[in-house]
C-alpha cells in the first residue's frame, strides 16, 4: 500500500516537474516572440518615418513646381477664375432643342406616333 | 614516570605522513573540546571576508571612473530622438530618420594598426591618422564614422574586425530643403539644436537628448506644430527669389503675420541656406534679416509717426500740414522726394510720403512723447521671439530734435525689420500689441496676451490711410482687386561712410488685406535693388518690393482660403466716417 503510494507520489512529482519545465521553455518562447515583434514594430516604425520624410521631400511645393512647370500645359490660377459656389448663374432651363424644331417646323402636333392605326405600322397614305 | 605518558606524547620525530594522518582525524573527529578552537578560526574567517568586501566598497566608492556598459556609452554619445516639427497644417518641416553609425572598443580591439587599414580601405574618406589616435585611447567607445550608407555597413560588418559595431542613430532630415530654414534652424552631428526653432526646443529642456544618459523613446515625443504655412512660405520664397534676379539686388526678405494672432504664417531671408547640409554658417550674408539685420525702415516708419501723432490728438485725419518749403533744422534741410510745395492734409502726407509733414507732425509730439511712444511700440529696446536670435536696435544716444525729425520719417533708427512688422500689425489691427510668435495660437490667447497700445479710431485710420495709399498712393502696384489692399512704401537711402548715399537703399513694402479688417500684414524687404528700365530707371521700393508684394498678394491669398471678394465693402471705415471725414477711400483721390 505504502510503496504504491510512494510511486503515485514520484510519479506525480515527475511529471509535474516535467510540465513546470515545459511551462518555462513555452515562456521562454513567448517572450522571445514578443521582444522580436517589437523589434519588428520599431523597425516597421522606422521604415514609416522614413517613407514619410521621402514622401514629404517628393512633394515639396518646390519640386512639384518645378514639374508643374515643365511637364502641365496649364496656366497658374488667376484670382477672376474664383467666385463663391452661390456666385456662380442659375443653371438655365432645359431646352428641348429638338422638340422645339419641331415646333417651329408644325410638325409637333403629329409627332405621336404616326397612326399605328388600323393599317399597322406602314402610313396609309403619302 | 609513567610509561603510558610517554606513550601519549607524540613523538618528536614524526613521519610526514603520521602528521597528515593526526590532521586528518582531527579535523573530521566530532569531539566536542576541540569545537571551540573551531568556532574561533570560522569567526576569523568571517571577520576577514567581510573586512573583504568592505575594503571593496570603500575603494569602489571613492574610484572616480565609473565603469560603464557599451549600451550606456553608446546611448549617451548617440544622438538623441526629436520631435518631429509640422506646419500649421500638419506638413513635415523637421523629422528624424535611423541611420547605422560604426563605433569601436578600442580596448577589445586587437591589431590596431591593421583595424586602421582595413577600415579606412572601405571609408577613404575616414582620415587615417585621426582614427589610429582615437583607437589608441583609452576610452571605452569611440565613433568611427557617423551615419554611414547601408552599403558601407555592409562592408565593415565583412570586415569581420572584432571590437567594431554598428549602432542605430536618429538623424535629422529636412524634406522641405530651404524652405524656412531660418525659422526651423537646424542640428549638429549630434541632433543638438544650433538655431532657429530647433534650438528653441533644446531651450525648452523638454527633448534634452542625453538626460542622465537615457534615450528620449521616439514614440513618446510629441510632434510641435510650428505657425509656418509650409506652402505660403515656398511661394514667399519663390517669389522673393524671382525679384532678387530681376531687380539685382544683393538681399531680400520678407514675413506674412497674421495680425489678430500675431502668428507668423511665412518668413523668408535670402540668401538661404539647406539645414540638410548648412554648410559654414559664419557666412553674413545668410543671416536671418527679419529678426537678426537692423535697418533704417524709411518710410514705412511714417505709419509708426502718423499713428503717434493721431493718438496724441494734437492732429486729426482732417489736419493741414505745411509742406510748402523745405525744412531746415540747424545746417540740414530736410527734402521732399516727391515734393509737392503745398500745404498738405494728413492723408496727403502719407501718400505724398512726405518727410516734412511727417517730421513737423513728429515735432509737435516732441522729444520725450516720441520716444514713450517708440519705446510703447516696441521700437527701442529688443525683441525676442521663441526664435534664439533677436537684435538690439541701434538708437541714438544723445537724443536731439533732429533725431526725432529723421526718425519721424524712418532714417537714424536702425530696427530689426520684425520689429517694425509688430508695430504696423499693432496699428492695423484694431491697436492691440503683441509679440509675434512662430507656434500656433488661437485667437483668445493672443487676445490674452495682448495689450492696447493705440485706440481703435487710430487704428481704423492707419487702415483707411495705408488703403488710400493703395488706391493713389504709391501703393499701386499691390492693389490686387478683391483684397481690398491698403500698403505703404519706404526708400531708406543707405549709408556708407557716413553719408546717405543717392543710388544705394534699402526698400521695405507693408501691405494689409483686406484693409476694412486686416487678416494678413506681408512685409517685404530688398536691399540694394536695381532700377529697371521700363520702370524709368527707379529703384524706389514702389516698383520693386511693392511689385514683389503684389505678385505675392494674389498668389498666397487663395491658398490661405481666403477668395477674392466681387464687391468692395460698403462701410469699410465706420468709426471715421462718424467723424465726418471718413468718406471711403476709393473716392478720396478723385476729389
Known sequence: ?126 | MDPSDAHATPPAKASAYQRARTLATGLLSTRIDKSRGRIRLLMFGLFAAYVGIGAKLVFLGMSREQPQTLKVAADQAASGARPDLLDRNGEILATDVKTMSIFAEPRRIIDKDEAVELITAVLPDVDARELRERLGSKKGFVWVKRQVTPKEQNEIFHLGLPGVGFFPENKRVYPNGAVGAHVIGYVDKDNIGIAGMEKYLDQQSLTDPHVAGFSVDPASLKPVRLSLDLRVTHALRDELMAGLTKYRAKAAAGAIIDVTTGEIIALESLPDYDPNDPGDMKDPTKINRVNVGVYEMGSTFKAISIAMALESGKVNLASRIDARDSMRYGRFTIHDFHATHRVLTVPEVFTHSSNIGTARMALMVGIDGHQAFLRKMGQLDRLRTELPESAEPLAPKHWSELNTITIAFGQGLNVAPIQALMAVAALVNGGNMMIPTFLTRTQEAAAALSHRVVSAQTSESMRYLMRSNATHGSAGFANIPGYYVGGKTGTADKIFHGHYSKDKVFATFMAITPADKPKYLYMVLYDEPQGLAEDGGYHTAAHNAGRVTGALIARVEPLLNDPPRSEFPTQPFPLIARLGYGYDADRMGKE
Open chain 1, 1 to 126: 500500500m505504502w510503496r504504491l503510494m510512494h510511486a503515485i507520489a514520484i510519479g506525480a512529482l515527475i511529471a509535474s516537474a516535467g510540465y513546470v519545465y515545459s511551462l518555462k521553455y513555452q515562456t521562454i518562447y513567448a517572450a522571445e516572440q514578443i521582444t522580436k515583434t517589437r523589434h519588428l514594430i520599431a523597425r516597421e516604425r522606422d521604415a514609416i518615418n522614413v517613407l514619410r520624410a521621402e514622401y514629404a521631400h517628393l512633394t515639396r511645393p518646390e519640386r512639384v513646381q518645378a514639374l508643374a512647370d515643365k511637364q502641365l500645359d496649364m496656366q497658374p490660377l488667376a484670382l477672376t477664375q474664383i467666385v463663391k459656389a452661390d456666385a456662380l448663374p442659375e443653371a438655365a432651363v432645359k431646352v428641348d432643342s429638338i422638340g422645339r424644331k419641331l415646333e417651329s417646323l408644325g410638325l409637333l402636333g403629329q409627332a405621336a406616333t404616326p397612326s399605328a392605326g388600323l393599317t399597322g405600322a406602314t402610313p396609309s397614305t403619302r
